[in-house]
């Protein structure tokens, strides 16, 4: 299957930092990547769909001047978290479109604001 | 009544065993139905896909749809200790995956 990576796997920041994940298609490319965040035990919550080269459509309740996201090009979409704070921490997961609408998806970042 | 039903468990069962693992849906629309498994602290990793109704066999796994009655099963035959995870079913429409809320599996040796 494609492959998708994120970096950093995990981040400990302190609460009013900004904090950029960054999510890439390594043997692919993907003109729409998803961003998913997960809390223990839950499923995952859609964030946003990143289209290259356009903005980001947000989900109902998601501030997108909080999550910000770029999608420069085809293999490389970041979630910048703004102004972090305690509530944001979480485990942040992309995924990549592929060719029949499936999602492959990134190993996931914890993100922990102290 | 949501989009997608799914027992989150946890399913116990012992080493060898056949599993299976079940979503209920609402929605008709839905056209692709995937299978993924989620290790602790790791992305979701995809497992078997189908489109029409029916079964799909992969190794140990085995995908099912039955449009008619708007469920999907997934059968892990054999099972391995290291089949223990959180297995979500999702489904695809109009280029948007619905997931389900997972499933964990412990499987004991």
């Known amino acids: 299957g494609a492959v998708v990576s994120q970096h950093p796997s995990w981040v400990i920041c302190k609460s009013g930092t900004s904090v950029k994940i960054e999510c890439r298609s390594l043997d692919f490319q993907a003109t729409t990547m998803f961003w998913y965040r997960q809390f223990p035990k839950q499923s995952l919550m859609l964030m946003a769909t990143?289209?290259?080269?356009?903005?980001?459509?947000?989900e109902q309740g998601v501030e997108k001047d909080k999550f910000l996201i770029n999608h420069a090009s085809l293999t490389l979409s970041t979630l910048t978290v703004t102004s972090a704070h305690p509530e944001d921490s979480s485990f942040y997961i992309c995924s990549a479109r592929g060719t029949i609408d499936e999602q492959f998806f990134g190993p996931g970042t914890r993100l922990t604001v102290l | 009544q949501k989009e997608v039903e799914q027992d989150p468990g946890p399913l116990s069962v012992p080493e060898g065993a056949i599993v299976s693992l079940n979503c209920t849906y609402s929605n008709s629309a839905f056209q692709y139905f995937m299978w993924y498994r989620q290790y602790s602290r790791k992305g979701p990793e995809l497992l078997m896909y189908?489109?029409?109704?029916g079964n799909k066999e992969d190794g140990r796994f085995t995908a099912q749809v039955d449009k008619s009655s708007k469920y999907i099963s997934l059968f892990i035959r054999d099972s391995q200790p290291s089949d223990s995870a959180t297995y979500l079913c999702a489904m695809n429409a109009d280029s948007t995956l619905t997931f389900g809320k997972g499933t964990m599996l412990l499987v004991s040796p």
């Open positions: 189908t489109y029409s109704s």
């Open positions: 990143s289209n290259e080269g356009s903005k980001a459509t947000y």
